[in-house]
T-cell receptor, first 114, second 111 residues
Framework: DGGITQSPKYLFRKEGQNVTLSCEQNLNHDAMYWYRQDPGQGLRLIYYSQIVNDFQKGDIAEGYSVSREKKESFPLTVTSAQKNPTAFYLC?????????????FGQGTRLTVV | GQQLNQSPQSMFIQEGEDVSMNCTSSSIFNTWLWYKQDPGEGPVLLIALYKAGELTSNGRLTAQFGITRKDSFLNISASIPSDVGIYFCAGRSRGTYKYIFGTGTRLKVLA
């Protein structure tokens, strides 16, 4: 089945550690996105990528890094510089070109700092 | 960063009632999307709108692309308990790849 797969579902991180969240899609979508969701809040854009080897900062990029070496994959690293990393992280993808585009989401990764 | 104004923030309704929510933006959009999110899950796309004035249905759900291009509306008819969740709107402007999301409407249905 086509879709977006995020792993792991739950992730625990010790203070000062970097962790990487995985996002893979087999929808042949050009654009991929990372959003952060805090309890009772909306979705805030961290990074997005329109094409392989290119990505742009979103509204809350500080303390995060990404790479886009393959079309299918857009991993997010939460670095030790992110002071409040506990949140629900959502990956999405969409067709980049054309007028009628829709974004589809993965199941999310819940990151907790312990 | 910009977030869309979505209202109401939350609502309790009786099973069988109709529900209305809306989303407003300071920017003009050429795409409006509506999603539903269950606890601990990713948002699921409900309806996509691409043209000002467009009215689109998906079962008991109906959404409209506002004529000013700065707002959108979602209606749920004859609500049922499984409609419980958070509903998000999202908009995208022409020439960008960024989707801006609303703050969400939390719906609770009383049986």
């Amino acid at each position: 089945d086509g879709g977006i797969t995020q792993s792991p579902k739950y992730l625990f991180r010790k203070e000062g550690q970097n962790v990487t969240l995985s996002c893979e899609q087999n929808l042949n979508h050009d654009a991929m996105y990372w959003y952060r969701q805090d309890p009772g809040q909306g979705l805030r854009l961290i990074y997005y990528s329109q094409i392989v080897n290119d990505f742009q900062k979103g509204d809350i990029a500080e303390g995060y890094s990404v790479s886009r070496e393959k079309k299918e994959s857009f991993p997010l690293t939460v670095t030790s510089a992110q002071k409040n990393p506990t949140a629900f992280y959502l990956c999405a993808s969409s067709i980049a070109r054309g007028m009628n585009t829709e974004a589809f989401f993965g199941q999310g990764t819940r990151l907790t700092v312990v | 960063g910009q977030q869309l104004n979505q209202s109401p923030q939350s609502m309790f309704i009786q099973e069988g009632e109709d529900v209305s929510m809306n989303c407003t933006s300071s920017s003009i959009f050429n795409t409006w999307l509506w999603y539903k999110q269950d606890p601990g899950e990713g948002p699921v796309l409900l309806i996509a709108l691409y043209k000002a004035g467009e009215l689109t249905s998906n079962g008991r759900l109906t959404a409209q692309f506002g004529i000013t291009r700065k707002d959108s509306f979602l209606n749920i008819s004859a609500s049922i308990p499984s409609d419980v969740g958070i509903y998000f709107c999202a908009g995208r402007s022409r020439g960008t790849y960024k989707y801006i999301f609303g703050t969400g409407t939390r719906l609770k249905v009383l049986a």
